[in-house]
């Protein structure tokens, strides 16, 4: 099975930064991740998918990159709404992992 | 709009099984793969099962495979999870989730999920 390894597992900031998360498959998936965002006591919400591809209606504030084993997700300036836990998921092939989880917290 | 929801949760002995349904709307259900995932009470998300827009295809991760059967009747818009045999570490909210495309290895996300069932297995 693809392990994916997500760094930090949480990290504190504030309205206005720029934050970015880290997500290392443990051999190559080429492009083939997703990223949610998931509010506690809420369901998983898509927001990147095919690393880079962003989501119908979801802010352009939010962007994927990388390919191969290294991916990110980049936050350009966190509003108050995006503080929530993410995750990344191979897609490359059965069974599909995710990552362990980062929780992004008001600092 | 386009909806998951699922039911059939509940408290249930180990051993013993249960069966949960995902009523789908909104969109043309027999077109797209549906997977089952699901998250025990303070952890990350495990994906559990995948099964085809057709249902000839399903794949299961190897925690659930041979306990648990993944099924669809598309002429009710529905996807279930039997889950037999429980263990008290299939305790979780179970989310039923649209695949981006209908086959069930496609590389596509998920991109449409259910509010989740939850399943304590408890004696």
């Known amino acids: 099975d693809i392990q994916m390894t997500q760094s930090p597992s949480s990290v504190s900031a504030s309205a206005g930064d720029r934050v970015t998360i880290t997500c290392r498959a443990s051999q190559g998936i080429s492009s083939w991740v997703a990223w949610y965002q998931q509010k506690p006591g809420k369901a998983p919400k898509l927001l990147i998918y095919?690393?880079?591809s962003l989501q119908s209606g979801v802010p352009s504030r939010f962007s994927g990159s990388g390919s191969g084993t290294d991916f990110t997700l980049t936050i350009s300036s966190l509003q108050p709404e995006d503080f929530a836990t993410y995750y990344c998921?191979?897609?490359?092939?059965?069974?599909?992992?995710f990552g362990q989880g980062t929780k992004l917290e008001i600092k | 709009q386009v909806q998951l929801v699922e039911s059939g949760g509940g408290v249930v002995q180990p051993g013993r099984s249960l069966r949960l349904s995902c009523a789908a709307s909104g969109f043309t259900f027999s077109s797209y793969a549906m997977h089952w995932v699901r998250q025990a009470p303070g952890k990350g998300l495990e994906w559990a099962a995948v099964?085809?827009?057709?249902?000839?295809?399903?794949n299961y991760a190897d925690s659930v495979k041979g306990r648990f059967t993944i099924s669809r009747d598309n002429s009710k818009n529905t996807l279930y999870l039997q889950m037999n045999s429980l263990r008290a570490e299939d305790t979780a909210v179970y989310y039923c989730?649209?695949?981006?495309?209908?086959?069930?290895?496609?590389?596509?996300?998920?991109?449409?999920w259910g509010q989740g069932t939850m399943v304590t297995v408890s004696s």
């Open positions: 989730a649209r695949d981006g495309g209908p086959d069930s290895s496609g590389h596509d996300a998920l991109d449409i």
């Open positions: 099964i085809s827009y057709d249902g000839n295809n399903k």
């Open positions: 998921q191979q897609a490359n092939s059965l069974p599909y992992t």
């Open positions: 095919a690393a880079s």
